[in-house]
């Protein structure tokens, strides 16, 4: 199976701020990697897919890129709604696996 | 809309069994591949099985594999998740998600979960 390590566990930030985060594929992906917010007490949602394509409908303060084996997901500048969880899915080849997850907290 | 809406979820013994059924709507849920996905309280996402639109490509993860059983009816637009032996690991909230209609498994649609809690 594919492991998909995501950094950071957590961290904490304000409104406005630009936000990293990053996962690390543990082969080659070839790009098959998708980013999900998920709200307290919600489903997630998907972001972006194909390392760097948005989602219809999803703000473009959402970015991200990647080859390889190495992905960022970055929140151009946070809005109150961001705060949040966020994780990496990569669907090269089955079982799909997630990141371990990154808390985004207002600091 | 386009909505998922997972019900059958609740509170079981170790060992028993439980069916899931996730209800579609607002798009042609049979030319969709779908997927569940579960989430133990407090942890991260973890994927469980996968069917294609015709049923005849169905795959699991391995902490399910032999426990599990997916399904769907497409003439109902309904995708299901029989759970047989349970046990306190399997206690989560699951999801039913579809998968996007472009290349690859990113999942662009989800349901808003139903908690299955198996303790003794």
């Known amino acids: 199976d594919i492991q998909m390590t995501q950094s950071p566990y957590s961290l904490s930030a304000s409104v406005g701020d630009r936000v990293t985060i990053t996962c690390r594929a543990s082969?080659?992906?070839?790009?098959?990697v998708a980013w999900y917010r998920q709200k307290a007490g919600q489903a997630p949602e998907l972001l972006l897919f194909?390392?760097?394509r948005l989602e219809s409908g999803v703000p473009s303060r959402f970015s991200g890129s990647g080859s390889g084996t190495d992905y960022t997901l970055t929140l151009g500048s946070l809005q109150p709604e961001d705060f949040a969880s966020y994780y990496c899915?990569?669907?090269?080849?089955?079982?799909?696996?997630f990141g371990q997850g990154t808390k985004v907290d207002i600091k | 809309e386009e909505q998922l809406v997972e019900s059958g979820g609740g509170f079981v013994r170790p060992g028993e069994s439980l069916r899931l059924s996730c209800a579609a709507s607002?798009?042609?849920?049979?030319?969709?591949?779908m997927n569940w996905v579960r989430q133990a309280p407090g942890k991260g996402l973890e994927w469980v099985s996968y069917?294609?639109?015709?049923?005849?490509?169905?795959y699991y993860g391995d902490s399910v594999k032999g426990r599990f059983i997916i399904s769907r009816d497409n003439a109902q637009n309904s995708l299901f998740l029989h759970l047989s032996s349970l046990r306190a690991a399997d206690t989560a909230v699951y999801y039913c998600?579809?998968?996007?209609?472009?290349?690859?498994?990113?999942?662009?649609?989800w349901g808003r979960g139903t908690l299955v809690t198996v303790s003794s």
């Open positions: 998600a579809r998968k996007g209609s472009g290349f690859g498994g990113y999942l662009d649609l």
């Open positions: 607002g798009f042609s849920f049979d030319s969709y591949n």
């Open positions: 069917i294609n639109s015709a049923s005849n490509r169905i």
């Open positions: 082969q080659d992906i070839k790009k098959s």
């Open positions: 194909g390392a760097s």
């Open positions: 899915q990569q669907y090269y080849s089955l079982p799909y696996t």
